[in-house]
């Protein structure tokens, strides 16, 4: 197979696939879509899709077992999926195979007992009709749990590389930015900059050498869409990186990838090998045409801050991770000083049907500043978390309520944080805002490239704003004072303020010292790290008086702050919370009223979470 | 654990003459140094910079750049811990100091026995099963002070 394809023979082989496939269709063949991506193999998935296999070949049965990407809802995997029926199987252990297989399969007896809604056996059963997806709309995640990964075939089969030969043989390098730039697709990194103008700034530059990156350095703690693009679709990547290649005059591309994603690395890896196979990359000439592309990997090694534009490259030469200032940009001088477009793993997942569908239906979806959809890792206090994908405009109600299932353990919403470190937290006013990039900059947070986290009241918004700061601390490079100082001095005041040492002149200093980073830090780690401490600032300003006026932390989360105390109508005298407390701070006898010594006490909750009375509260 | 010098083996010193010539490969060789090795042992680092004729402060200003890698030699079994925004909602710092009550270590050290060393990792994606600690490579989703003498009883001695 190590023919190079071209124009004819790509088309060849993807009519006689997806008739093939069609075949199989119609004559009652059935598929068991087993979620491969990283939550729900570590938690038996792989175990699951040998028991499956085995099952079938033991029963004999006329399906097809793929293992694909991420299908999102990984708060109940692993999720198994029965097609044509759109069966959806949530919790599925590996002991559960046999049924599925003797059950559904064979017998065409669904099995109740693995449904998401048990109730639904009997009203229909349809994957669509789980509130979870109702909503949602896949654009990015088109083939992620539809496809195998690691098949090119398959994803020709499923309109792959279609988009790259409309490039190539029907279309000027002009005619791609245009149509990229009348899509209105933005950069889904997080400061939602046009793609196409990026595209046009290096197209117009003359240069013997030019690159096309992917930024696949997903640093935001609590985000994984790019992880899940890339598990369950890596040549929507290559493709679209090929696209933008043809579109720039670009001939090679690196793909800078996280070293933590070691399943995202191998997919990647497999798809390049495959592409290279096919002809589709890595040679002179692809498709017949004059067209010349290749990709590499290159690691990333955990900085945040490799997420800014040029400290990424820097990266990729080989060097410490520290930005330079802008201008001039990387598309007019990036790696190795030759003219260089970077853009985002869900940025470039767009690019492939905005090519082959065209940019008046892309640009149909969204509101009027912000087209398309968004990849949203949705996480926290939030009963359905996953990776979710819906049209810009929607509001975080809908997410929150309608998608997630609202807030777990029967507690009431705090916030909602999106944009991870550089974004702000969202009070409940804010609910029924339709979410675009102008609207969330608006009420200081942003889009961020998708990490959305729910708090609810057991949350301490001072204790978030910690959170983030200790990260963006931790990550700064040093290079600029306003960011190396301002933030040290920012966590400071915050630690201080969750000890009970705060002043009520903090809140002026805090003010100002967030101000001076955001002037006048040299990259956007610096310009955007004081976000949290400013959302905290406007909208739980009296969360932040408790803690300095009445040294109170009311969600008792800041441990220096509270106190526990036994209420004596509720102790039995069972001794158990005296038992598991390491500092003896607990006193008293058998079947006698227990107390606490908030002397010896040091707050480490074990007596809280041992009292099956509930009879240690927080004072 | 072991203490005699460590010199280039021979597939590591293929790698890195196939990547000599490559612009920007020094990440990418220290990447593979610290895959053979679990960290970046002096020596090594050493012969690297006489490879690549890179001035070796270069080398320790990258490595030392990048959270992931490693000066010291972790334990045989690296449990890492996620701190990322969703597991420490959930608890992932109880998690961390429970681990390290269980273990009788701090964070980023060895255990006498040389069995177990832990370290906080940004989140790892797998946010739906916060908290979450991965040992080896393995992940574990949804973690309770309870499951941690089991799951180290899956890795000890072993």
Redesign the interface.
Known sequence: MSNKLTRESLDALRARLTEANRKDEVGGKQYLLVCGGTACDSNGGLALYAALKKAAEYAGANVSIVRTGCMGFCERGPIVKVLPADTFYVDVKPEDAAAIINEHIVNGQIVTRLLYDKTQAEAGHEGKDIDFYAKQQRIVLRHCGVIDPEKIDDYIAHEGYLGLEKALFEMTPEGIIQEVLDSGLRGRGGAGFPTGKKWQFSAAVQADQKYIVCNADEGDPGAYMDRSTLEGDPHAILEAMMIAGRATGATKGFIYIRAEYPLAIKRLQIAIEQAREYGLLGCENILGTDFTFDIELRFGAGAFVCGEETALLASIEGKRGQPTPRPPFPAVKGLWGKPTVINNVETLANIAVIITKGAKWFSSIGTATSKGTKVFALTGKVKNSGLIEVPMGITLREIIFDIGGGIPNGRTFKAAQTGGPSGGMIPPEFLDMPIDYESLAKIGSIMGSGGLIVMDDTDCIVDVAKFYLEFTVDESCGKCMPCRIGGRALLNTLTRISEGRGEPEDIQKMRDICDAMNRASLCGLGQTASNPVQAMLRYFMDEVLTHINDRKCLAGKCKKLIQYRINPERCVGCTMCARVCPANAIMGKVKEKHVIDPQKCVKCGQCYNTCKLHAIELA | MSQETKTLTPELRAFIEEWKPR??????V??RIQQTYGYMPREIVLELADLLEVPLAKIY??IT?????KLKQPGRNLIQVC????C???GGD?IMKALEHELGVGVNTVTPDGEFSTEA??????????PVIVIN?????KVTKAMLPGILDKFRNK
């Open positions: 612009p920007g490969n020094l990440i990418m220290l990447h200003g990258v750049f990048y959270n992931f890698f701190l990322g925004t969703a420490y909602l959930k109880d990792v940004r989140c790892l994606g797998c946010c739906g099963l916060a490579g393995e992940v574990f989703g």
